[in-house]
């Protein structure tokens, strides 16, 4: 776009003042708009004068003014003739101290000017006409943002100068004409020609034309004003009540005071809104000059009216514009700056201010390194300098003395603004507070220093090598084992010294590693070693981290524990966890005939236990699973299910399910010779067949279940088989669902809480919420039987939101460090608002989250395992703690606890009812605390009934335990007198405790 030349240049003079006459800048009156410009200048930029001036040949014209009286001034020495001389906006921050304008009237005088900045007007072509500026009587300087701001503003002053060149040559035009009907009134071809023009003008300026003859009162539309006011030309309506009808009721005071100015025959100009046939509202401009008449007449008053809908629109736009940009830099997290070529700031954003509590002048200029640490200073303004010297961009980090004194980490860049020579113009940039990256930076460098010395003392071995499989370091556990069968130093080739793994285990997992980007964990048998290896293969930039172990005895120990993890300690049957997932298999293979389950219980177990003691009744239960194992033969799978209850899974054409449960029967039919005692038994048994209503595992279990219940009730020594008339109890299941539904409203519904001992103090360090239901008919109804109906329902979603409601208001009232401990079901986590629900409740009752643990069973991992893990990982994130509850009872614990980071593993109470019994079940409880504590997990022993179990437990290094002996469920009214700290010193021994 071609440049008018500067102001010392008389031809680019002598073009410019030629635009500004061709805009007819000069002929133009007042403007509302420019008017309304002037105001959103002084509230936007916050200055408390502005205005817009013309530069004609010797003068300052000011066209609109907000803050001030308008006052032509001498071009010479004003800040507008400087500000025309380039096309960029002008910013004087301090007047006084600027030579070209400290002598300035506006400067010395009344006026007091310390402040100016403005944005010449430029005209098509480039000429520039004026500017439009801010000023004001202390020192102040503007962000890039406000100077954008200012430009759009000088833009939309053009914009409006335009618009008026218009108005005033239709205006003229209109006179024109007007001379001319006169002079020929008879001339048909006059009036042709002025109503072309003025239809013209209208389609020039997007208006409409009037005419009144002040003499007859008449007046003249045109076609186009008429159709501004959304009606048709020639619709039979006096032009004035169309008008009148379609103003705004609030703005018809306005055009009353138009019409009395037309009538006077005075000049006037205007603004007002129309209301269309639709509702919409359009804003309409209106101009009247009175126009010379022949000799001796009244005279006329000619004007035209525009819609200027779209420009209020622009203007609202704008100012909505600005407000964004102003509110975007000052809500920024990072600080504007800008310097001069020279390195002098100019302006800084107001978070500088805000956050280092200097003014604008301690800042400005060089005075910004005074907020600086001493210790930073030199270095910074050292880079400052070399930025400036080669003009590279900036990129420093210093710390900042903020408001109360400390200093804080920031991050400075900066990048020039060049002019076309090369030359810089200006420096832009953005101060960042890094304050908090930089700590977690340095702790970062101080950890890997740490890391370094902690490989070198781990247990691992340590072996890293880079993408081309050179090994590039090892630790020396890494050594010494390697050294024992294959030698490797810093420098091999890895794959040179293990050929024969190529295309194995290790290569594919660590190039899977090396593929994916994550972390790969896998055990491997190490050929040449005889050896197992737990490997972790992670991924870097630089290549590959491999972390190993020799895992040999822990294999071994492990593949032990799985194994048991399937079978009954005490007998060596199967036990429940797999009984349950062959069963599953069966049903989902869909066996012809369908299989069938047996469920047996002994008949008077409990008395020999009371009688002759547990390793009596332990060795009992060992020849009972021998007798039925004989029995059962090779083809059903027999189970111990726990305490004395056994079961079979009966399939195949060749089983009859009635024939095999007498022969069970008659098992007991002969007394068992147990360490010189003769035990006559009896047993109870009931059987299902997989059918309609018994088509998963648990339907045909509960179905069997019931049948032996059935069995239980009519008396010992009885064989039930699951029919029709049992459905009688699941109807009674069935309604005590629906009396469950209004259970929770009812107050029903209570908490008790069992206390859980520290054995290492021997006090007790929280307790156990534990749900009970007191039925208005049916008494005490057993969690046994309604959790589960609750868990089928549904029901125990909000029940569950109550007991962590009511649990958490209760332990908030506990001395500090106390704990409660919440069951959360399954069916709980299947909505993924269960961690905002958990705090919702901590919040509410204002129990801190470390003091509530959430106890989970497998059955939560075990579906949709994925989503809940999720889950849980929000849970501890948020500092609540996570418990595995029943520990030993399912298939997949070992799993679970190397997917989830427990943070307390709760053993099963099958397990420490065998304590002193059994070897078997000592050694898995005892492999199971070893396993926790590795881990970094409480280990929390369940069922405790004994000193004899408390004293084992403790002697290895069991955390804590739970059960009778050390206290029963307490109701809420008890709780206190358990409580640590509100005077109850820690039992001097568990006995004390027990009921």
């Known amino acids: 776009m071609e440049r008018f030349a500067r102001h010392d240049d008389e031809a680019g003079e002598e073009r410019r003042l030629a635009a500004l006459r061709a805009m007819r800048a000069l002929d133009a009156g007042a403007s509302p708009l420019m008017e309304r410009l002037c105001e959103v200048a002084r509230e936007a930029l916050g200055t408390p004068m502005a205005y817009v001036s013309l530069i004609g040949d010797d003068a300052q014209h000011i066209r609109a003014t907000a803050g001030f009286e308008p006052r032509d001034t001498p071009r010479k020495g004003s800040f507008c003739d400087h500000t025309i001389r380039g096309d960029d906006v002008l910013v004087v921050p301090d007047a006084a101290a600027d030579p070209r304008f400290a002598d300035s009237p506006l400067v010395t005088g009344v006026a007091g000017v310390r402040f100016y900045a403005g944005a010449p007007l430029i005209a098509d072509g480039g000429a520039r006409l004026g500017a439009f500026c801010v000023a004001g009587p202390q020192p102040k300087t503007l962000s890039a943002n406000d100077q954008r701001l200012l430009q759009r503003l000088a833009e939309a002053a053009v914009l409006e100068l335009r618009r008026q060149r218009v108005e005033l040559d239709a205006v003229d035009a209109i006179a024109a004409l007007e001379t001319t009907a006169t002079e020929a009134a008879n001339q048909r071809e006059v009036w042709e020609q002025r109503t072309a023009v003025l239809e013209h003008a209208a389609n020039q300026t997007g208006s409409g034309s009037w005419e009144l003859d002040l003499g007859t009162g008449r007046i003249i539309w045109s076609d186009g004003l008429y159709r501004l006011l959304g009606v048709e030309p020639g619709c039979g309506r006096p032009p004035r009540e169309i008008l009148w009808d379609r103003v705004h009721p609030d703005d018809r005071p306005i055009l009353q005071a138009a019409r009395d100015a037309a009538k006077a025959g005075r000049s006037f100009s205007l603004e007002m809104r129309v209301v269309a046939a639709d509702g919409t509202i359009a804003h309409l401009s209106s101009r009247g000059e009175p126009v010379g008449t022949v000799p001796g007449t009244p005279g006329r008053m000619v004007g035209v009216i525009r819609d200027i809908t779209r420009e209020k629109a622009a203007e609202v736009a704008l100012r909505e514009s600005e407000d964004h940009y102003r509110h975007a830099v000052e809500l920024s997290p990072q600080i504007p700056w800008t310097a001069d070529a020279d390195g002098s700031i100019l302006e800084a954003g107001p978070l500088w201010m805000a956050t280092t509590g200097r003014s604008a002048a301690e800042t400005l200029g060089k005075g910004w390194a005074e907020a600086l640490h001493p210790d930073d200073a030199g270095p910074a303004l050292a880079r400052w300098g070399q930025a400036l010297a080669s003009g590279d961009p900036l990129d420093v980090r210093y710390r900042v003395r903020a408001v109360d004194g400390t200093y804080r980490w920031f991050r400075a860049y900066a990048a020039p603004r060049r002019a076309a020579d ?94 994916t980007g994550r972390p790969v964990r896998f055990e491997a048998y190490l050929e040449h070693a005889d050896t197992w290896l737990d490997v972790n293969a992670c991924p870097g930039e630089d290549g590959l981290s491999i972390f190993f172990r020799d895992v040999t005895q822990a294999r071994r120990t492990r593949d032990e524990l799985l194994t048991m993890a399937h079978h009954d300690p005490l007998t060596g049957l199967f036990n429940r966890a797999r009984f349950s997932a062959v069963l599953e298999e069966m049903l989902d293979g869909e066996t012809d005939p369908p299989p069938a389950v047996l469920l047996l219980d002994l008949d008077l177990f409990k008395e020999v236990n009371d009688t002759l003691g547990h390793p009596v009744g332990d060795a009992l239960l060992r020849a009972v699973a021998e007798r039925l194992r004989r029995e059962v033969g090779a083809g059903p799978l027999l189970a111990r299910l726990g305490g004395d209850e056994f079961a079979v899974i009966v399939s195949g054409p060749e089983h009859d399910v009635g024939a095999l449960a007498e022969r069970l029967m008659a098992c007991f039919e002969e007394t068992f010779p147990v360490q010189g005692n003769a035990i006559q038994l009896a047993a109870s048994i009931g059987s299902a067949v997989a059918g309609p209503g018994c088509g998963s595992a648990d339907e045909l279990f509960k179905a069997a279940d019931i049948a032996l219940y059935r069995a239980k009730e009519d008396g010992r020594g009885a064989i039930r088989a699951f029919d029709a008339p049992m459905f009688e109890r699941v109807r009674a299941r069935q309604s005590m669902k629906q009396d469950l539904g209004g259970a929770l409203e ?250």
């Open 422 to 515: 090369g030359s810089i113009l200006r420096w832009y940039g953005t101060l960042e507070d890094i304050h908090e990256r930089k700590l977690a930076e340095d702790e970062a460098e101080a950890s890997r220093h740490r890391l370094a010395a902690v490989l070198e003392s781990t247990g691992d071995c340590v072996l890293v090598v880079d993408h081309d499989w050179r090994i590039v370091y090892l630790n020396g556990n890494a050594r010494a084992y390697l050294a024992r069968t294959r030698p490797a130093g810093v420098g091999d080739d890895f794959w040179d010294l293990y050929a024969e793994y190529v295309g194995g285990v290790f290569d594919f997992n660590y190039r899977e590693a090396l593929r």
């Open 746 to 995: 009812r107050g029903e519904l209570r908490l008790v809480y069992q206390p859980i001992l520290d054995l290492s103090s021997d006090g007790v360090v929280g307790f156990e919420a534990l749900l009970r239901w007191r039925h208005p008919e049916r008494g005490d109804v057993s969690p046994a039987e309604f959790i589960p109906l609750a868990e089928e329902t549904g029901l125990i979603v909000p029940i569950g939101d109550w007991v962590l409601e009511t649990a958490c208001r209760e332990a908030a009232a506990w001395p500090a460090g106390t704990t409660v401990a919440v069951n959360v079901s399954a069916v709980q986590f299947r909505d993924e608002t269960l961690p905002l629900r958990v705090l919702q409740a901590l919040c509410r009752s204002g129990a801190a989250a470390a003091r509530l643990e959430l106890e989970i069973t497998e059955s939560v991992l075990m579906s949709d395992s994925e989503q809940n893990m999720r889950t849980l990982h929000a849970l501890r994130q948020a500092g609540i703690r996570i418990a595995l509850d029943d520990f030993g009872t399912g298939f997949s614990s070992l799993s679970y606890l190397r997917r989830f980071p427990f943070d307390k593993l709760k053993l099963d109470r099958s397990f420490v009812g065998d304590i002193g019994r059994s070897a078997e079940a000592e050694a898995i409880i005892r492999a199971a605390g070893e396993m926790g504590r590795a881990l970094r997990m409480t280990t929390t022993a369940e069922g405790v009934e004994t000193p004899e179990q408390l004293d084992w437990l403790r002697q290895n290094g069991w955390a804590q335990a739970q059960g009778y002996l050390i206290g029963r469920p307490l109701e809420r009214a008890d709780v206190p007198a358990r409580l640590p700290g509100v005077g109850n010193p820690p039992a001097a021994s568990p006995r004390l405790a027990a009921p």
